[in-house]
């Protein structure tokens, strides 16, 4: 079972520009779409395969899921029994590997 989930910079830099791009429409919108985001992350403690090998990137150990309109991007570390969020992205962006 994974114990601890840890956000690299990029991907919490990722939710400050989610944020900030909703919040020019909505802040409490935006708010409630970082904390969906964060929300599924936390699932992904007791469901560590929840996610989907990413098309894109085949050949590697990182899987997503999708939130709303959002792809999280994270890989497993079994050994240190940690998820380690590498990416927040909307669901058109493509990946390149």
Do not use: C
Not at 58 to 74: A, C, D, F, K, T
Request: net charge positive; aromatic share 8%; hydrophobic share 45%.
């Amino acid at each position: 079972m994974v114990r601890k989930i840890k956000w690299t910079i990029r991907a919490l830099n990722d939710l400050h520009d989610i944020h900030e791009f909703i919040a020019k429409d909505s802040k409490r919108y935006a708010q409630i779409q970082i904390e969906n985001i964060q929300n599924a992350v936390a699932n992904i403690l007791s469901f560590p395969m929840i996610g989907y090998k990413i098309p894109e990137l085949p050949h590697l150990q990182y899987r997503e899921i999708l939130v709303g309109n959002y792809r999280v991007v994270y890989r497993l570390e079994n050994k240190q029994d940690l998820v380690i969020v590498m990416a927040v992205m909307h669901v058109r962006r493509l990946l390149k590997g």
